[in-house]
């Protein structure tokens, strides 16, 4: 055999190789039934061990949340300014997806605030 045929032969052992390597990654894993959760213990003096499951503590309203039952009506003004550096924020935000309502929400200043920016 000549140098050449010897290169591919072993070029091509190692492609077939590592194939099967990466089929091996991606192949679906049996479970069978002894590897599954058991429910008792194996032994006697091994504690069944309980799922750990986090309660959810409920959020902290933020500044903007409090006193949300009341809509916001002319004589209301919110006087709150928003930063100038804040303003390419709230065009990307739009850009994306977010409504003039939500970003007003955000920064806790009428809809009004937000479209002036905007233009």
Do not use: C
């Amino acid at each position: 055999m000549s140098d050449r045929s010897q290169l591919q032969d072993h070029d091509q052992s190692r492609n077939i190789n590592a194939r099967q390597a990466a089929e091996a990654l991606f192949r679906p894993k049996r479970v069978t039934p002894d590897q599954s959760v058991r429910e008792t213990p194996a032994s006697g003096d091994e504690p069944v061990r309980k799922p750990r499951v986090l309660e959810i503590s409920l959020p902290v309203p933020s500044p903007t949340q409090v006193g949300r039952d009341e809509p916001i009506g002319p004589t209301q003004q919110i006087t709150r300014k928003i930063p100038k550096s804040q303003f390419a924020r709230i065009r990307a935000w739009r850009r994306f997806g977010m409504t003039t309502q939500q970003v007003a929400e955000v920064y806790g200043v009428a809809i009004d605030e937000i479209e002036r920016i905007l233009r």
